[in-house]
């Protein structure tokens, strides 16, 4: 048969139908545009209308195209009720559940979903014979639920053509399935065993591809319905939502996938209207490498920081830039003050308190946001350092991070010290403590110096009252003629901790800063760290054999003298000259 007109082009498209229907006939088309019929000799309709026909049941076609349907749109079919989709928008990742299921037939809970994610449901393309997607259409109609985050993607239903291919192709699919094919085509001769398995196989694919575009067709992504439905749905039928604020629009896509992520993009739009777009996905180790720089800015009088590493710079640019915190150069970040002026204002209008839940509340006025946790806790850190706020859980201070940061925190105003002031305090701590405090001088980094100061301090106080008193003692009984060194540094150390003890808020940095050491920062850390040790050194020696050797007057009296000396001297040379152990007083 010539097929250069386009008559001839439906006739070749019938008769493949009709081939691959009839299965003992095959059709092809050459070069020369012919159709060439060839009868394969193999009847395999005793195998298909065999017991393997009561496969075909409505169980089994929704399980068929459920499966068909869940390939296409790319959702990983796990057979529970419903199957989480992840996605990536924007730059954030997010995730819907899909629910196969008879509209008809659902409850109210169903339709709800489960609050806070939104629930696409996909109806059945066909139903008993008494009922028409009007009836799912109504079922939506009698809803009596509040708005919710449900999305209902109705079909049209299959012509009787069109569930006759399913109901065909998931026979053949029960046929080829493990090795029930030997079985059911135990009647054939061997020799044509292996031609119509062939044959099985190739029958199933072609009805398999075609389905799959009755099933573009059903769901409005195809516009030629080629006998696919019958009484096509409107396109406002098509896409309902519950949520009453929402119109979705039929989604344009090339396949069920990509209409099915454009109808994602609507719902996430609809959502978080004032989410921006970011370059690339923003995840937690990106954003925590982009807040010390951010951190910086912050700490600059001007609000700039060179950003010399590219890699980095581009971190900033896609994550920082899009949120609003500053703009990203050609070398430096420049910070900005949306952020500020924003809480703010939200704050003097309401009166609340700034907290942490606060803070994430008003980052979605006056339209949502929708960022992801990382994002807003660099909101708030950098905010937080813009305005010289510490955070505080009760009325004890708290240090948050990009990968942490509670809701009930609360961020409360911290006076700064002088700079000259901050930088001494912070050599201090580190030599007196071993504390290590980041250099940058903001509220936070405030309030840990000194929660971790006056906690050094407080630990000290009790086992240095108890040096000083122990020493005062054994210095009296054992004195030099040079000046007593322990003493002294271990007195300097008690009024230290003591003013660090009742001190309050910056005037710890103050005092931290300004102290004064009498003899050296050596001796004070040394003194500071191993005051109870020191103490039962002094308080557990052989003092009666010193005071013997003390009253000793026979041949023995040189060598008593020189051990008191020693002894004397221990107690008088700061503990980095000679260590106060059994060995050095004995």
């Not at 209409?259 to 719902?267: R, S, V």
């Not at 925190?409 to 580190?430: F, G, I």
């Not at 009498?518 to 500071?528: G, H, I, K, P, W």
């Not at 060598?559 to 004397?568: M, N, T, Y």
Request: aromatic share 6%.
């Amino acid at each position: 048969f010539p097929t250069r007109r386009s008559s001839d082009l439906d006739v070749l498209r019938k008769c493949k139908e009709w081939a691959a229907d009839i299965g003992e006939i095959k059709v092809t088309d050459d070069a020369n545009s012919l159709i060439s019929i060839q009868v394969t000799g193999v009847d395999i309709e005793p195998i298909v209308r065999g017991p393997a026909a009561s496969s075909d049941n409505p169980g089994n076609r929704r399980r068929r195209v459920r499966e068909m349907l869940f390939e296409q749109l790319g959702v990983t079919d796990t057979n529970d009720m419903f199957a989480t989709y992840p996605v990536l928008w924007r730059g954030t990742r997010r995730e819907v559940e899909v629910l196969y299921e008879n509209v008809r037939e659902m409850s109210d809970e169903k339709l709800r979903g489960r609050p806070g994610t939104w629930t696409v449901v996909i109806d059945f393309p066909f139903d008993d014979q008494k009922y028409t997607p009007a009836d799912d259409l109504a079922r939506l109609a009698a809803y009596h639920g509040d708005d919710t985050q449900t999305l209902v993607w109705m079909p049209s239903f299959f012509s009787a053509k069109a569930q006759h291919d399913l109901g065909r192709l998931v026979v053949l699919d029960y046929i080829l399935t493990g090795e029930r094919f030997n079985d059911l085509a135990a009647h054939l001769a061997l020799v044509d065993r292996g031609p119509a398995q062939a044959l099985l196989r190739n029958q199933r694919d072609q009805l398999q591809q075609r389905v799959r575009q009755y099933l573009e067709v059903a769901y409005g992504i195809a516009g030629d319905s080629r006998d696919a439905v019958v009484n096509p749905l409107a396109p406002e039928d098509q896409f309902r939502s519950l949520d009453q604020t929402l119109t979705p629009l039929p989604p344009v896509g090339a396949n069920l996938k990509s209409a099915f992520e454009a109808l994602l993009d609507q719902l996430f739009r609809h959502q978080y209207p004032a989410h921006p777009v970011f370059d690339a996905e923003v995840k937690l180790a990106a954003v925590k490498k982009v807040w010390p720089e951010l951190e910086r800015a912050v700490a600059a009088s001007d609000g700039r920081a060179l950003v010399s590493d590219r890699v980095v710079r581009q971190l900033i640019r896609s994550i920082a830039d899009p949120v609003q915190l500053g703009k990203t150069g050609e070398t430096h970040f420049v910070l900005g003050d949306h952020w500020r002026s924003h809480f703010l204002r939200e704050q003097a209008k309401e009166g609340a308190t700034i907290t942490v839940a606060n803070l994430r509340r008003w980052m979605d006025q006056p339209l949502a946001m929708g960022l992801p946790a990382e994002a807003q806790n660099l909101i708030i850190l950098t905010f937080a350092g813009q305005t010289n706020r510490r955070f505080v859980k009760g009325n004890v201070p708290y240090t948050p991070g990009i990968d942490q940061m509670p809701d009930d925190l609360e961020l409360r105003e911290q006076t700064l010290p002088e700079q000259a002031d901050w930088e001494a305090a912070s050599k201090r701590a580190a030599a007196l403590f071993g504390l290590t405090i980041p250099t940058s001088r903001n509220a936070s980094n405030v309030a840990k110096l000194v929660e971790d100061t006056q906690a050094e301090a407080r630990e000290a106080r009790e086992p240095i009252v108890s040096l000083v008193k122990t020493l005062n003692e054994k210095s009296a009984l054992f004195p030099t003629s040079g000046d007593n060194h322990r003493l002294q540094t271990a007195r300097s150390a008690l009024a230290f901790v003591a003013s660090l003890s009742s001190a309050e808020g910056a005037a710890v940095i103050t005092t931290l800063a300004q102290a004064s050491i009498e003899t050296s920062d050596v001796a004070m850390r040394q003194t500071l760290a191993k005051a109870r040790e020191l103490d039962e050194a002094a308080r557990t020696a052989a003092w009666e054999i010193f005071e013997a050797m003390k009253a000793l007057a026979d041949e023995r009296q040189a060598a008593a003298r020189a051990i008191v000396a020693k002894v004397g001297e221990a107690l008088a040379a700061d503990e980095h000259a000679i260590g106060l152990d059994r060995k050095s007083v004995v």
